[in-house]
């Protein structure tokens, strides 16, 4: 099992990686949150027919509903993952930045889904790498040598 630790309001907490099937339904949540925007656009009644302001402009309202609200679905997404930070969410919720919350977000991100780690090892296991250079390049008209 691996771990993060994160920093919230000044408070270091260790958030651990969840099982296997309490990660994957984390997973689903975080996908279906994500998608409403998607399904919001392709959804988006006559968009492709009816360009008037009237259609983009719902269509922007329902779109901003959602990416203004996202920093509180980030959050709830933050403490669905890590039930220790629920026990001390109102004293987070005072004396924590935004930022903060999102970079331990991105910290959890590692733990629900660790490809990362794996391409990490893959690309240690390939050696090290090495830049090809050409030993000469042609003349900018694509001849190369001496004009005769």
Same mark, same amino acid.
Request: with cysteine; hydrophobic share 40%; proline share 6%.
């Given at each position: 099992?691996?771990?993060?630790?994160?920093?919230?309001?000044? *408070?270091?907490?260790?958030?651990?990686?969840?099982? !296997?099937?309490?990660?994957?339904?984390?997973?689903?949540?975080?996908?279906?949150? $994500? !998608?409403?925007?998607? &399904?919001?656009?392709? /959804?988006?009644?006559?968009?492709? &027919?009816?360009?008037?302001?009237?259609?983009? #402009?719902?269509?922007?309202?329902?779109?901003?509903?959602?990416?203004?609200?996202?920093?509180?679905?980030?959050? /709830?997404?933050? $403490? #669905?993952?890590?039930?220790?930070?629920?026990? &001390?969410?109102?004293?987070?919720?005072?004396?924590?930045?935004?930022?903060?919350?999102? &970079?331990?977000?991105?910290?959890?991100?590692?733990? #629900? $889904?660790?490809?990362?780690?794996?391409?990490?090892?893959?690309?240690?296991?390939? /050696?090290?790498? !090495?830049? #090809?250079?050409?030993?000469?390049?042609?003349?900018?008209? /694509?001849?190369?040598?001496? *004009?005769?």
């Amino acid at each position: 099992m691996r771990s993060v630790t994160v920093t919230l309001g000044d *408070k270091e907490y260790t958030i651990n990686e969840l099982p !296997t099937k309490k990660n994957e339904a984390w997973r689903k949540r975080l996908m279906t949150e $994500f !998608t409403e925007i998607a &399904d919001l656009i392709q /959804g988006a009644p006559g968009i492709a &027919d009816d360009l008037s302001a009237e259609t983009i #402009a719902s269509l922007i309202r329902s779109i901003s509903a959602k990416v203004v609200g996202s920093v509180d679905i980030l959050t /709830g997404l933050l $403490f #669905a993952y890590a039930p220790p930070l629920e026990t &001390d969410k109102k004293r987070i919720g005072e004396e924590c930045y935004e930022s903060e919350l999102m &970079d331990a977000f991105t910290r959890v991100l590692s733990l #629900a $889904f660790p490809f990362g780690s794996l391409v990490s090892r893959l690309m240690a296991l390939s /050696g090290p790498k !090495t830049t #090809a250079t050409a030993a000469s390049s042609p003349s900018p008209s /694509g001849e190369s040598g001496p *004009k005769t």
